[in-house]
């Protein structure tokens, strides 16, 4: 055949320009997008839509193109937006929501938006939006109307996408969920949890869990937590976790928390963590599996935080040890991620020199990072040329969106970290890689990256985590990089990143970079929408792609995990190609091993636990003979072996462990128990000294962990001791030789107390007397018999510690538990904080009694401040002292005429209101008051009418609500020289008090004995009267008095008479019941002469 010239000429020019077509480019394509202020931006999974807020412009945009343009989103306000807020289980829904009650909501991935509204905005408090797992169009939406300092919550749903009018599921709710919040838990579609306020109470120690399938059309039931079948109150929060719902619940006068945990959002357990304790904002739940979860918690103190890494059981109830000194920030943040995508590997962070840190709060933390392959039940450290031990850096200092080390793609691993002993600051550190899940690393680049992985792991994009000109890209797993300038993809100048993203699976070739440019006033804020497709000029074919196992053993063989191997396609390393399956995820292989012992966990159902090794279970109760068993004088039956396959484990027992096979167990077999010996066991312990000076119980919550029964004591040689049973054995507890002033158990948290001694030096326990720490007060105690230290309800950490120098008292105030301090006033008195619940911006309020110009014998002024008073603000002159009880604060102060006093009371803090007295009570000068049991929502003031030596008392007024107003209660009521009156409020029932009156007031004003009659009440001061005597004595003879009942009453030993104010006469766990020392006749005797009598009934 032949050819013309011309025409062959033509073939090889197409042939030319067939070729340059294939060539590969040899860089990317870039579009750049300024924005005032980018914030919240994310992907719908499985596409190229993209959304972003404008925080300055509070408007939303939205890319279908990865970022290539962008528009306003189609039918949102423009400068209404104040959060945009993704589906998590549907990848075409999401939420705008509005600055007020306007919102919208999309179901086509923001093409368009459908407006609603809320009669409230949403809440700032917590996340506003609960998504149901399966169903996009059923959402509860949290909102929060404020007006002043009070907040109106409540929470509303729809079940049709906000088609119709959302309705109202209920008022004050503290949260809400749908109890089918993620796709592995087990519970109905119509399940809502809510935390709502307690029925009685607004305090969060009485909040309480509310379950409803009917939309609370219904009242709402409260589910079953504990083994008696009891709710719990105190409900913090509730939240969801893979296949696990948990409940956190607290107490008063304790930081520790209860966790409960379900599956079907009825059927709840509590959490046992061993001997760690899970304590209010010093635990996190973390990343879990959905055959068990994860938790750290907070060992230390907040300032040098640390924590242990604790794994629970398949149904999240057992939690054992991992790992100890995880690496944790104050925020409660934890270095600890598992690797995405495949089951067993986990890396975090520990702190190697923990003693050093635990005891020296400004000790540098020497971190190491350590790997796990099975789970956390061992751990190993990461190499570098199998010699250098490799550190990077985690979750406590992210650099960048998403996760810190891996995404989809099957094995590959990256971080910026450094080689050596430990981890050191971040711009020290290099950028590492490893394709094999962790097993071994290689540097990548040298100084701080930011990095992210597309097409699955076929490209890994990097740019240098500070200003810089460059961006660079690895095709081969990070062995080699290639470096281009920015120019040369038309950005001008030098960026500097703030965060690198792409899909959610890690199957594009697309980037977004968010980054600035200039700095100070000129600073701009731009987009860049970064596309490597073309990089390759082919697919990889099927020869292209290796068979990779995430898990081996030190042989190269692949290792199990939950019972089998996990295989994923993944593309050679050196394989010029890209693997252009774009939104379609890595897919794992499994193939199922022999069942070995890790397959199997403790048979908790038939009472079972790990031992103190974790290495075999052992029976913690009765164990269970199934239905039919141990009938019909059968002595044998085939029960647990205390073991059972960790559910979702495929292991195969044919030639492997059966250790979950039953065995023969005895019928008449029951586990060792201490029973009682019907006697009353006593023990005697000598103690050097005359007496002992002070001693306290710690008292425990009904729902705390823990069985010791702990009191602390000091003699009068200045020795501290502790018992851990009841006072039967004493131990010293060692305080290098310092002598020991005064105990101060912490006023609200029943497991901290402090020893004060002479010098500088205080020690302390936060667990009951486990461990001993201390620290450095600024000055020595003060000798004025003034209070030395102050806590504060809610922050554990804050004191107020009142010392003495230069003959001066001076307050001072530690947010870190003694740890640093900062003075507050000199010349002070007493200091104290009035945090209330209820009491708006209260949190670091402090009252300070202050003499005038620093002089201690000038009068005293009161002082508050909410800013550890860099600012102070006089609240009265002249002031004798105040008092805070329940929710009052009385002040008591001298009256313009000096004569008398006078007392002003406070709800806020802030104002104050002169106490208006009834007209028909006359006291020409008022000269004292007692501030008395104010639990009812009304204060008691015992004012003095006779104030002269051995002859004192008084009459009780009760005041109204706001404790200005007030009404005489009751008068004559007995009082002594320190101004202790003999009123006794009984505990766990509202309304009884008992009191003694002076029966014989006008003698004792001429300065005769005092004679005393017992009064009750049963309102609450309303009415008082005589006890009536009991039928018989306690040989059952009648008594000798005779008469009526004001010859003839019961009359008991009161408040002033006692050595220790707390032998009360009642105990909040004994309703109605009553102990107390006394007589029968007309007038209260001799305390020598005294019987003991008794009430069940309230008196």
Not at 500 to 515: G, M, R, V, Y
Request: glycine share 6%.
């Amino acid at each position: 055949m032949h050819m013309s010239m011309a025409r062959i000429l033509g073939i090889l020019v197409a042939l030319i320009a067939l070729t340059v077509s294939a060539k590969k480019k040899d860089k990317p394509s870039v579009e750049e997008t300024k924005f005032d202020s980018p914030q919240n931006l994310f992907y719908f999974e499985d596409s190229d839509v993209v959304l972003v807020t404008d925080t300055s412009e509070r408007i939303a945009y939205r890319s279908e193109d990865a970022g290539v343009h962008w528009a306003p989103l189609e039918d949102v306000k423009k400068g209404e937006v104040l959060e945009v807020i993704n589906h998590p289980w549907n990848n075409q829904v999401a939420i705008v929501l509005g600055l007020n009650k306007k919102h919208w909501i999309t179901r086509d991935q923001g093409k368009s938006w459908k407006a609603f509204e809320i009669p409230e905005p949403p809440t700032l408090a917590r996340p506003p939006i609960s998504f149901h797992a399966t169903d996009p169009e059923r959402l509860i939406v949290l909102t929060a109307s404020c007006q002043s300092f009070e907040c109106k919550e409540s929470a509303y749903y729809t079940l049709d996408g906000f088609d119709s009018k959302p309705k109202l599921l209920l008022d004050d709710a503290m949260s809400c969920l749908w109890a089918k919040s993620t796709d592995l838990l087990q519970t109905d579609e119509d399940d809502i949890l809510c935390v709502v306020q307690g029925t009685f109470s607004p305090w969060s120690s009485d909040y309480k869990l509310l379950l409803s399938s009917d939309f609370f059309k219904t009242d709402g039931v409260e589910p079953a937590m504990t083994e008696d079948g009891r709710p719990v109150s105190g409900i913090m929060n509730v939240a969801s976790v893979k296949s696990y719902l948990v409940a956190a619940a607290k107490s008063e006068n304790t930081r520790e928390l209860a966790m409960f945990v379900t599956a079907d959002a009825k059927h709840w357990h509590r959490a046992e963590f061993g001997e760690h304790k899970l304590e209010e904002d010093a635990y996190t739940l973390l990343e879990s599996t959905n055959y068990s979860m994860q938790v750290d918690v907070l060992t230390t103190k907040p300032s040098v935080p640390m924590g242990v890494l604790l794994t629970s059981n398949s149904n999240g109830t057992f939690f054992t040890k991992n790992i100890e000194h995880t690496n944790r920030n104050m925020h409660g943040f934890v270095d600890f991620e598992k690797i995405q995508n495949i089951q067993g590997i986990v890396m975090v962070n520990t702190v190697d020199n923990w003693e050093e840190v635990e005891k020296k709060w400004l000790a540098e933390k020497k971190i190491r990072t350590q790997i796990s392959f099975d789970d956390g039940r061992t751990w190993q450290a990461m190499k570098v040329d199998s010699d250098k031990d490799l550190h990077l850096h985690s979750v406590t200092n992210q650099r960048n969106m998403g996760r810190i080390f891996s995404s989809p793609a099957p094995g590959i691993v990256m971080g910026v970290g450094n080689t050596g002993k430990h981890l050191k600051a971040y711009d020290e550190g290099d950028l590492f890689v490893s394709d094999d899940a962790g097993q071994t690393w290689t540097k990548a680049l040298s100084r701080p990256h930011l990095y992210e992985f597309g097409d699955q792991g076929a490209i890994l994009v990097a740019i240098e985590d500070e200003e810089t000109d460059e961006i660079k890209w690895s095709l081969n797993h990070g062995k080699d990089w290639t470096t281009m300038e920015l120019s040369d993809l038309d950005i001008k100048g030098k960026i500097k990143p703030i965060g690198l993203t792409t899909t959610p699976d890690s199957t594009s070739l697309k980037f977004l970079l968010s980054a600035t440019k200039g700095k100070g006033n000129k600073l701009q804020h731009f987009v860049y929408s970064i596309n490597f497709e073309g990089l390759h000029e082919k697919q990889c074919k099927k020869d292209e792609f290796e068979q990779w196992y995430a898990r081996v053993d030190e042989d190269g063989e692949p290792s199990c995990i939950m019972g089998h191997t996990q295989m994923f396609r993944r593309r050679k390393a050196d394989a010029e190609c890209f693997v252009d399956e774009e939104f379609k995820d890595p897919v794992s292989k499994m193939e199922d091993c022999k069942c070995k012992e890790v397959d199997f966990e403790c048979d908790y159902e038939n009472n079972f636990t790990w031992d103190a090794d974790k290495k075999k279970c052992v029976s913690s109760g009765p164990i269970k003979a199934p239905s039919g068993a141990c009938k019909d004088g059968e002595k044998k039956f085939m029960g647990s072996s205390g073991y059972r396959l960790i559910p979702g484990n495929t292991c195969t027992k044919e030639g492997g462990e059966k250790l979950d096979e039953p065995v023969e167990r005895d019928c008449d077999k029951a586990p060792e128990e201490s029973r009682p010996s019907g006697k009353i066991a006593s023990e005697v312990t000598h103690f050097k000294g005359e007496h002992f000076a002070e001693y306290y119980y710690l008292e425990r919550c009904p729902d705390c962990s823990g069985t010791d029964e702990t009191v602390i004591m000091r003699t009068d040689r200045r020795d501290a001791w502790l018992s851990r049973n009841h006072g039967i054995q004493w131990e010293k507890i060692d305080t290098d030789g310092e002598e020991v002033v005064a105990i101060y158990p912490h006023q609200y948290l029943n497991d901290a107390v402090y020893l004060v001694t002479p010098s500088k030096t205080v020690f302390y326990s936060q667990n009951r007397g486990d461990k001993w720490h201390s620290f450095d007060a600024p000055e020595k105690p003060n000798q004025d018999h003034l209070q030395i230290l102050q806590f504060h309800p809610t922050q554990k950490d804050w004191l107020i510690w009142t010392g003495r120098t230069n003959d001066q008292t001076i307050a001072h105030v530690s947010r870190k538990g003694g740890d640093d301090w900062e003075t507050l006033l000199r010349s002070v008195r007493k200091c104290q904080f009035v945090y209330r619940e209820d009491r708006p911006e209260s949190d670091q309020l402090i009252f300070c009694e202050q003499y005038e110009s620093e002089d201690s014998a000038a009068p005293i002024s009161l002082f508050s401040s909410d800013d550890w008073f860099e600012h102070k603000k006089e609240l009265k002159r002249d002031v004798i002292n105040f008092a805070t009880m329940a929710e009052y604060i009385v002040v008591a102060l001298r009256d313009s005429d000096e004569k008398s006093l006078k007392v002003d009371t406070s709800i806020d803090g802030q104002m104050f209101a002169d106490a208006k007295f009834p007209t028909n009570f006359k006291v020409p000068h008022q000269q004292a008051y007692t501030v008395l049991d104010s639990s009812t929502h009304a204060v008691f003031l015992h004012v003095t009418v006779n104030n002269q030596m051995d002859s004192e008392y008084g009459s009780i007024v009760k005041s109204n609500s706001n404790g200005t107003s007030y009404v005489l209660s009751v008068g004559e009521v007995n009082r002594n020289s320190p101004g202790y009156v003999d009123f006794e409020k009984m505990q766990g029932l509202e309304g009884v008090a008992v009191v003694n009156r002076v029966a014989n007031p006008k003698e004792a004003d001429n300065g005769k004995m005092k004679k005393l009659k017992t009064y009750i009440t049963h309102n609450d001061g309303a009415d008082w009267a005589l006890i009536p005597k009991p039928e018989k004595n306690v040989n059952g003879k009648n008594f000798k008095c005779k008469g009526g009942i004001d010859k003839c009453s019961l009359h008991l030993h009161g408040y002033t008479e006692r050595k220790d104010p707390r032998d009360t006469f009642s105990s909040p766990s004994a309703v109605g019941l009553m102990i107390a020392t006394g007589n029968v006749g007309q007038y209260l005797g001799a305390k020598k002469e005294a019987d003991t009598f008794a009430t069940r009934d309230g008196g």
